[in-house]
């Protein structure tokens, strides 16, 4: 008998490992969404100036963004995916990157606007609000339950093969992307029409997370491999940035992955209107 192949598994403990961090993203989440409803109450006190409440929510979804890059990435690592490790990672991104930015993006661009004249307007944005707030959570729960199902999804510009690409913004960018803003400026919101502006900007995140755009995936970087010396200096050049000028750097960040994809999706418009331009402009030849 030839040698038998002995295949090697994981240990129990090892399971609990990619969960630890899905507990911990479920946990700020909890915390943003305290944080904001904190800040509520403080700004609706008489403090209207700069929120550390608000700061400390929109530092809680920023470190949950990233550890909701590492559960994932672990457990692949690890060999130890499961499918309650898939379904409990989907629910905590409902809570942390559905709910609580959600009830951040109502409370601080919302809630204490001042009406430029009297009458309901101040009514009809905070309607405004509660509609737009509910659309991007749910705009979030439907990526996500289309994320779970689908099993190799292809946007409707794909790009090229060797490449992976996410349909659709990612929610974690979404709740990224309204955490930076809000952490540029933790004040909360008092102009009626940088609220408006605000919520049609909250609208189109949503759209955006259930569309078939493509957007750019960092799940083909192998950190396990070696990386050349460039690499090194590009992520401490990363961290100097977010020590030294944290918000308006990662406020560009989160701009720039938020329009990559709009980008890429007009781009590659704009390429297939000129191939079709010069085919139709192409001298036909005649035949006998």
């Known amino acids: 008998m030839g040698p038998r192949e002995v295949t090697k598994r994981p ?36 403090n209207l100036g700069q929120n550390s409440h608000f700061a400390l929510a929109a530092k809680a979804l920023g470190w949950s963004v990233f550890l909701d890059g590492l ?5 692949r690592m690890t060999n130890t995916t499961s499918d309650f490790g898939r379904e409990l990672d989907s629910l905590a991104d409902v809570i942390t990157f559905g709910i609580a930015p959600a009830v ?15 009458g309901n307007l101040q009514v009809h944005l905070r309607r405004a609000g509660y509609l737009v707030a509910f659309f991007y959570l749910l705009c979030g729960a439907v990526r996500l339950a289309r994320f779970n199902v689908q099993t ?12 992976k690409y996410f349909v659709g913004m990612p929610i974690p960018a979404g709740a990224g992307f309204i955490a930076a803003v809000v952490f540029m400026d933790t004040s909360p919101v008092r102009s009626f029409a ?13 759209l955006l997370m259930v569309s078939t755009w493509r957007y750019p995936s960092a799940k083909q970087i192998n950190i396990s491999k070696p990386r050349t ?3 090194v200096l590009i992520v401490g050049g990363i ?41 139709a402009h192409l001298p036909e030849r005649r035949v006998g």
């Open 11 to 46: 240990r129990r403990a090892a399971y609990v490992l990619p969960s630890l961090f899905t507990s911990g993203n479920i946990f700020l989440g909890f915390v943003a969404i305290v944080q904001a409803f904190e800040g509520a109450m403080a700004a609706g006190g008489g």
């Open 71 to 75: 559960d994932g990435r672990i457990a």
């Open 104 to 118: 951040l993006a109502f409370v601080w661009g919302v809630h204490f606007v001042l009406a430029p004249a009297e």
């Open 152 to 163: 190799n999804p292809v946007p409707k510009n794909p790009g090229r093969p060797d490449h």
């Open 194 to 206: 940088f609220s408006i502006v605000w919520l049609a900007i909250v609208a189109m995140v949503g």
């Open 229 to 231: 010396p460039l690499i």
């Open 239 to 279: 961290a100097f940035l977010i020590w030294e000028w944290a918000q308006p750097f990662l406020l560009a960040a989160a701009c720039a992955y938020v329009g990559s994809g709009i980008a890429i999706r007009f781009g590659g418009l704009i390429r297939r209107w000129r191939r079709s331009r010069s085919a």
